[in-house]
C-alpha cells in the first residue's frame, strides 16, 4: 500500500486517514483490472464446474 502511494497510484488523506484513487486516469485502470480479475475468476469457476461435474452428467446419444 505505501509503495502504491509512494509512486502515485493512490494518495493519503492524512485529516480523514483515507486511501484514495487520486485521478481519474488511475481509477478506469483499477477498473479494468478488477473487470479483468472478475472474469477471470468467472471463467475459472465455471471451468472448474464443466470438468467436475461433467462426467456426472446424463450422455444421451440419439440413433436414428
Do not use: C
Not at 488523506?13 to 486516469?25: A, L, R, T, V
Not at 472448474?48 to 436414428?64: A, E, G, Q, S
Amino acid at each position: 500500500m505505501t509503495l502504491l502511494i509512494h509512486l502515485g497510484y493512490l494518495a493519503y488523506d492524512g485529516q480523514k486517514q483515507e486511501i484514495y484513487i487520486p485521478n481519474q486516469e488511475v481509477m478506469d485502470e483499477f477498473e479494468n483490472v478488477v473487470e479483468d480479475i472478475i472474469w477471470f475468476r468467472m471463467s475459472e469457476i465455471s471451468t472448474k464446474f464443466t470438468v467436475k461435474y461433467r462426467r456426472h452428467l446424463p450422455i444421451y446419444i440419439i440413433v436414428n
